[in-house]
């Protein structure tokens, strides 16, 4: 009976499990939700963006370069 069961159950884990991963692919409309500021790692905190460019730095070995450059409709 304890076996029956330990499989019923194991049934149960690998069926949630299973159906737990999908991809939802992510509208046209939401892409902009996404790029946001506040999706960004730190967010608008300038603490955080200063630690994550002393690792960018510290790893690339150069310093400056960081600010995005041109204009118009942003399609780069």
Not at 16 to 30: G, M, Y
Not at 41 to 51: A, E, L, Q, S, V
């Amino acid at each position: 009976m304890k076996q029956a069961m330990k499989i019923k159950l194991l049934l149960i884990v690998c069926c949630f499990t299973c159906s737990a991963c999908s991809i939802v692919p992510v509208k046209s409309w939401q892409k902009a939700t996404l790029a946001g500021e506040t999706m960004r790692f730190g967010g608008p905190n300038p603490m955080i963006k200063k630690f994550d460019e002393h690792i960018y730095t510290s790893k690339e070995g150069t310093k400056g370069g960081g600010g995005v450059s041109g204009g118009g409709c942003g399609c780069n």
